[in-house]
T-cell receptor, first 113, second 118 residues
Framework: AQKITQTQPGMFVQEKEAVTLDCTYD???????LFWYKQPSSGEMIFLIYQGSYDQQNATEGRYSLNFQKARKSANLVISASQLGDSAMYFCAMSLIGRALTFGSGTRLQVQP | GAVVSQHPSWVICKSGTSVKIECRSL??????MFWYRQFPKQSLMLMATSNEGSKATYEQGVEKDKFLINHASLTLSTLTVTSAHPEDSSFYIC??????????????FGPGTRLTVT
């Protein structure tokens, strides 16, 4: 079974600063995908970034980067230059090929002006 | 990216009635779709896997007779909440994988349906 752990229920960050959201995972399968999603108050799940288990380099998507440390089984999300619109719930998730996502408990990020 | 729609986006129903939620993949075919439920301030929990042409697979603790899933075509899956009760009030969201290789990992989410049972 897969498990995702997010230990930060809530985080605060000042506008324009960087913030790291923690995520650890557990699986015995060698092939998997790791994701981060943003969920604003509207409820929609917004895809942010993806990291494959065999990818050699850390994924980056604009202001988002994923700090993938395979040996530690961690996949932390780094948001650079935070904006007020980044305030939302953030979920780390994992999937195996063709399988549903397993989500962490989420981290609520609040960006302060 | 791929587009998945859900209808309705929100619904209020009376206790004891049934509600049908549709999930459509608009620009790709999805032989598999997933249904999740999210209670307030909680994470998404997988309810069931919807398979085109075969029976859905339900997660442990999810009543298959209460949450009826029908994968009618390669672009449509429906979730029917039968004899709804207030405790079924939740945010229901579907997703579908698309593509081959790396893309198989990724899920495309519908916008969700907020169900309130009075």
């Amino acid at each position: 079974a897969q498990k995702i752990t997010q230990t930060q229920p809530g985080m605060f960050v000042q506008e324009k600063e960087a913030v790291t959201l923690d995520c650890t995972y557990d699986t015995s399968d060698p092939s998997y995908g790791l994701f981060w999603y943003k969920q604003p108050s509207s409820g929609e799940m917004i895809f942010l970034i993806y990291q494959g288990s065999y990818d050699q380099q850390n994924a980056t998507e604009g202001r988002y980067s994923l700090n993938f440390q395979k040996a530690r089984k961690s996949a932390n999300l780094v948001i650079s230059a935070s904006q007020l619109g980044d305030s939302a719930m953030y979920f780390c998730a994992m999937s195996l090929i063709g399988r549903a996502l397993t989500f962490g408990s989420g981290t609520r990020l609040q960006v302060q002006p | 990216g791929a587009v998945v729609s859900q209808h309705p986006s929100w619904v209020i129903c009376k206790s004891g009635t049934s509600v049908k939620i549709e999930c459509r993949s608009l620009d790709f075919q999805a032989t598999t779709m997933f249904w999740y439920r999210q209670f307030p301030k909680q994470s998404l929990m997988l309810m069931a896997t919807s398979n085109e042409g075969s029976k859905a697979t339900y997660e442990q603790g999810v009543e298959k007779d209460k949450f009826l899933i029908n994968h009618a075509s390669l672009t449509l899956s429906t979730l029917t909440v039968t004899s709804a009760h207030p405790e079924d009030s939740s945010f229901y969201i579907c997703s579908a994988p698309k593509g081959q290789g790396r893309e198989v990992y990724e899920q495309y989410f519908g916008p969700g349906t907020r169900l309130t049972v009075t």
